[in-house]
């Protein structure tokens, strides 16, 4: 590989104003809605440092890089001194080593001291983390930020921690996700986002008290909600659907093959994956073990079956919540676990390959929209603290959907997507002293156990 060859993904060396020639800025700025996620004002690079940004496939992760190295370039950096290289094309390791020190001997003989690395895609390289250690170590790394993007979330997270000290002091790991509901309306119809108040708690009186000042909004927020539920959170899907108002086929097809392109490329198997795909949408918001599952899904074993559950899990395919031990307040992971998708629009995907049901609004794609929800909602205010030690199911003699712990107060929430709730539906809630009940449209405010419509709360968290 030679110097040109890095020409073509790094337009901007032509010079700054060559930047509205690059094809992820070009089609971000010719979008009808262009999401900033909130990630992007946070993210400050100083060089000697090593940041990541974790995210599944077709969330904006490259547009994301690439608005951050137009920033970079217009606040005065050297065109030559930003260096872009999707990993995809490169084939191992020691390519990856040789093409960062052909890009370092390069800026070192034109003059350029700081330099700001960013290579996409590197968890599809085997052992990259022993390249940016030799890199590192070597001392070569002294004056350059890099910033690294992933996929498999699990490798970069990994790979991140396996580097103690090679980090540097502002180093740091950035999470990037589908648009949550609140995120969407303030994308879809910033006029009402603007208005909408957060809760920065799991207590009663707050949620209850902005519950009550959302309400004005009831009616365009249950729009846009059974809209979200078709789009999920994938800007894609969103600016087609909002374009042409339906998903055209081919952006299923994008996101199918991502998933199933990225499990076949670490080792596993297309037949089983759609095995497993085909099972959780059977058995979404059903406690299962993954001995039953893999009887379900006709796999021999059930390690099997763990081991794609977790692929698809660090993927951001699943999400997957355990049941809760309520005098440890912890997660038992010998009990039945819930197997969620992560997104809606993920469902959709998996839904449609696999010819199983009509794209319907079922109770159970909701109760795992409202799962993840408030396990997103948690996570950003404790976000060291992984998805399973916040979001918990409990059940006794009946169950109940959604604990949510935070600063180690508990949440009960069910989700009863009915138009009428009865006494009945608030019996599993009574264990917990209160709780919610997110239904469909029905809204009941109680200093204990409110009924609150799914999109209302949804919007505010």
Known sequence: MEVSDFNI?????????????????????????RWQPRVLSDIKLVPGNLYSLRGPRQIGKTTLVKLIIESLIKSGVQERGVFYMNCDSILDSDELLKTLRIYHDYANSIG??????????ISGIHDWQKTIKILVDSGEMEHTC???????????????????GRTGRYGKD?????????????????DIGKKLEKISSIFMTEINSTVKNTLVFNNELKIIFNQYLLTGGFPLSINEFHT??????????????????????????EKILKQILRTAILKQSTAVSFDSF???????????????????????????????????????????????????????????LLNLKEAEISPSLIESVAVVHFARFVQEKHPKMGFNDIIFYWKNKRETDIIVKSDNKLLAVEVKYQEKITK?????????????????????????????????MLAII
């Open 9 to 33: 993904h790094n337009i901007w060396w032509k010079g700054k104003d060559y930047l509205k020639d690059d094809k992820h800025l070009r089609d971000y700025r010719e979008k009808k809605y």
């Open 112 to 121: 350029i001291n700081e330099k700001y690395v960013f290579l996409d895609e």
């Open 244 to 269: 042409g108002k339906e998903v055209p086929d081919y952006i299923y097809e994008i996101y199918s093959r991502w998933v199933i392109g990225d499990i076949v490329k670490w080792g596993k198997q």
């Open 174 to 190: 950035y999470l990037l996700l589908p648009l949550t509901f609140n995120e969407y309306i303030s994308l879809i119809r910033p």
């Open 294 to 352: 893999a009887k379900d899904a006709e796999i021999k074993s059930h390690k099997t079956v763990s081991t794609y559950v977790e692929d698809l899990e660090n993927m951001f395919v699943f999400l997957v919540i355990y049941f809760l031990d309520l005098n440890k307040k912890i997660p038992d992971f010998n009990k039945n676990k819930k197997i969620y998708f992560f997104d809606p629009f993920i469902y959709h995907i998996f839904n449609r």
């Open 424 to 456: 009945d539906d608030f019996q599993s809630l009574y264990h917990f002293g209160s709780g919610l009940i997110l239904s469909k449209s029905e809204l009941k405010i109680d200093e204990k156990y409110s009924v609150i419509p799914v999109h209302i």
């Open 146 to 164: 890099l910033f690294l993007t992933g996929s498999h979330t699990l490798d970069i997270k990994k790979g991140f921690d396996l580097l103690p």
